[in-house]
């Protein structure tokens, strides 16, 4: 039996009481799944990841987090966002440990833990490289880093790889899977690009009408491990131009 690990149970949530962004969502990710969300700009994918890590608070319903809920869910997942948010005048080591530190963890410690990684990271030789000195890719394998070390889960991706070049994002996607298969987590990750989508997931959900009541799944038709390759599948290629069709469609809704 699959174990829930995130849930959201009849969840309603609006910005100063005016239009709602949901309206009792119901939704549940499983232990060590990969789900991707996609959905046209301002349809909430942004909201639910506020909400998830407690930036935000339902107003009506219940978020669950490992089968239990928080008064505060600050800290409880890991998060990465869209931009690195990697502070300049910090180390690769010193914006690692950011979250040991925040635990009340030695920078010593901290160096301990985070050293013997950065080979693992693709990192290597750089624990004493500044932000400035790093590729973009590199930069996000900082961010990755940080947010594996919450000690969470859960991991929430919010685009980020959006603004990588197109070959070094194909790395990276290949290289997140790598790393999600050794260290056994639940990523919930958004994209606006259908093929990094069927590519990285397990399950897709489709945000559509806001307010969001409901999330259309769609189980992507590929085992795992799986390669680039597997994108021509015929199967994958309809789906793609399923979902692609349907994100144009919300897109021109007025």
Known sequence: MRKPVLEFRDVSFSYGGKKPILDQLNMTVYDRE???????????????????????????????????QFKSRHGRTGYMPQ???LMPW??????????????????????????????????????????????GGMRQRVSFLRSVLT???ILLLDEPFSALDAITRLSMQEWLLDQWEQREKTILFITHDVNEALF?????FIFRD???????????PLSRPRSQRDLNDPAVIKLKNDLIDQLRNEVKKP
Do not use: C
């Open 83 to 85: 931009q690195d948010l």
């Open 34 to 68: 990969f789900v991707t969300i996609i959905g046209a700009s301002g349809s909430g994918k942004s909201t639910l990841f506020r909400l998830i890590t407690g930036l935000e608070q339902e107003e009506t319903g219940a978020v669950w987090l490992n089968g239990e």
């Open 90 to 135: 910090r180390t690769v080591l010193e914006n690692a440990s950011v979250p040991l530190e925040l635990a009340g963890v030695s920078k010593r410690e901290a160096a301990k833990r985070i050293i013997p990684l950065l080979d693992e990271f693709g990192l290597e030789g750089s624990a004493d490289k500044y932000p400035s000195e790093l590729s």
């Open 151 to 153: 000690g969470s889960n």
């Open 210 to 220: 806001t307010p969001v009541r409901t999330l259309e799944e769609v189980a992507v």
């Open 200 to 204: 990285l997931s397990d399950r897709i």
